[in-house]
């Protein structure tokens, strides 16, 4: 029979309530929800960059660099590697991704071609462990090892490379502060960026293309710095720039060895703050235990000797090492602005970019654009929901009534969700909400001319009612099934505005399947008790 138990009314009238208490601090006049909990008043939905503007941006991952860095890189670990062992060699030569070196004796050769191996891990886990390695060896007639980068791991870097940049920008981006960034990979180097809200794109563009790579190196004290500006640099050192200045003049560059003896991706942390003797804002520290160990070794081995902390092949500071420095944590001291040492923070926190990235398109989208569009997208809501209103009265009478209620409050749980989800509404996502309206009384019609189908083959007014709630359901479920397996597809094959839309569109069928089956059903039950009607007119 038609009945609603008692537990399953309290859940239904909890559920209605919760969702109409998130949704009124938006329908409330700013002075009224300023005097409400801030927990509370501060429920709203986020809304997207189309909507509340921000900052969009195409960023172009420049692969080369990271292939031109690893080159030398290996270069260098060749050199120290065949050195360590006493092996001699010259005539050293690189290109975009090949290494050769000439060994002078041909006796050392098998120990230098060992080296070379140590040195070239295998391109992948798994079927190409220890199969497909990171560069073709080959060994001439006249004693030339040369290294070439393999395409499988060029391919496999490149995808590496891209993905940890999606990474690293997500999580500068979080330390910023903002709300549902939107980062998506387009094509095989690029990065698309957008962020609602943001009102210093500048600040955020200047942050994403610091790659933020920092470096532990020594300074090469012997090197002659005038030569070295004139070109001569002596072989294994560079010459680099020093940020800051020095009694109001720009300080000169510093000559500092190439090798890194302690890697910035060993950091765990580092937080802005204030020296405690000068005052000025520094950025304090601390490596894992990996690092922690390599640092306190170099201090170890290297007191009184300077070493430079490099960011982005720019000397901050290069103090002297007056002592073992042990416990894995440091100062980053210089002439930072308060904000320069926070942004410095965020960018280590989050870790250095596995390659530089470039700009290829910027642009702002204003606020009164997402103005526009929340109100003609409020309009067509509500337009939306008014005619079908409209429709279902003028068709089912008070039981189009009672669907209009439902309708209403399918609306509000709808808003409620994506309020506590935390979900994005953009556009897309309010044509799904639009469309969710008319689609949200399908089951209701479905009801309603089955109960007339009942009464039509002579059924009584309470067993048309049970019947019609009861025979329906199957194509009800049936229908909504349908529905939201295309919204999740959609969702998962689908980008940007697509998932808007997907999101929108799923969760206002789930809503739309709970208001008509369980909020209507319990409508007509309290009418029927209360009115007790001799006659059903639907």
Not at 213 to 237: C, H, N, R, W, Y
Not at 300 to 320: C, Y
Not at 375 to 390: C, I, N, P
Not at 434 to 463: C, F, K, S
Request: charged share 20%; glycine share 10%; hydrophobic share 45%.
């Amino acid at each position: 029979m038609l009945q609603v138990s008692l537990w399953v009314r309290v859940v239904v009238a909890a559920i209605l309530l919760g969702a109409v208490l998130v949704v009124m601090p938006m329908l409330l006049p700013d002075g009224v929800r300023s005097r409400l909990p801030a927990g509370w008043a501060n429920l709203s939905v986020t809304l997207g960059l189309d909507l509340q503007g921000g900052s969009d941006m195409l960023l172009e991952v420049q692969l080369d660099e990271v292939q031109k860095d690893k080159i030398e890189s290996m270069l260098i670990d060749l050199r120290h590697g065949l050195r360590k062992a006493g092996i001699a060699f010259d005539k050293t030569a690189i290109t975009s991704d090949t290494v050769s070196v000439h060994i002078t004796s041909h006796d050392g050769l098998d120990q230098a071609r060992g080296i070379v191996d140590s040195l070239n891990p295998s391109a992948g886990g798994g079927v190409l462990s220890g199969v497909a390695r990171q560069y073709d060896v080959s060994v001439s007639a006249d004693d030339r090892i040369t290294m070439h980068m393999t395409d499988a791991y060029k391919k496999q870097a490149q995808n590496d490379i891209v993905s940890q940049s999606m990474e690293v920008v997500r999580k500068r981006i979080d330390e910023l502060g903002t709300r549902e960034p939107s980062i998506e990979r387009q094509g095989d180097d690029r990065i698309v960026v957008q962020v609602p809200g943001l009102k210093d794109p500048t600040r955020l563009l200047k942050i994403l293309q610091t790659t933020a790579k920092m470096t532990f190196q020594l300074v090469d004290e012997s090197a002659d710095l005038a030569a070295a500006e004139k070109g001569v640099v002596p072989i294994g050192s560079e010459l680099l720039e020093q940020q800051g200045q020095r009694n109001g003049a720009k300080q000169p560059p510093i000559v500092v060895q190439k090798r890194v003896l302690v890697a910035g991706d060993r950091l765990t942390d580092a937080q802005a703050g204030f020296d405690q003797q000068t005052g000025r804002p520094d950025v304090n520290f601390k490596f894992d235990s990996v690092g922690a160990r390599e640092f306190g070794d170099v201090t170890k081995d290297n007191v009184g000797h300077l070493f430079a902390i490099v960011l982005d092949k720019k000397v901050i500071t290069a103090p002297r090492i007056e002592g073992v420095i042990l416990g894995g944590s440091g100062q980053i001291t210089g002439n930072f602005t308060p904000q320069e040492a926070n942004d410095l923070a965020v960018l280590l926190r989050a870790g250095a970019l596995p390659a530089p990235l470039k700009p290829i398109n910027q642009r702002t989208v204003s606020a009164t654009l997402g103005s526009d569009s929340i109100v003609a997208g409020r309009y067509s809501t509500l337009a939306g929901l008014v005619l079908v209103m409209l429709f279902m009265i003028g068709r089912y009478g008070l039981f189009g009534v009672f669907a209009d209620i439902a309708l209403t409050f399918n609306l509000i749980l709808l808003v409620a969700i994506l309020t506590l989800l935390g979900a994005t509404l953009t556009l897309p996502g309010i044509a799904g909400i639009v469309l969710t309206m008319g689609m949200a009384v399908d089951a209701n019609v479905l009801i309603y001319e089955r109960i007339r189908e009942e009464q039509r083959n002579g059924r009584g007014m309470i067993a048309s009612i049970d019947a019609g709630f009861r025979r329906a359901m199957a194509t009800i479920v049936d229908a909504n099934a349908t529905h939201l397996i295309a919204s999740l597809i959609l969702f998962e094959l689908g980008s940007g505005p697509v998932r808007g839309f997907a999101v929108t569109l799923g969760l206002g069928i789930i809503t739309s399947f709970f208001t008509a089956v369980m909020v209507t059903r319990l409508i007509v039950v309290m009418w029927l008790v209360m009115r007790r009607p001799k006659v059903l007119a639907i």
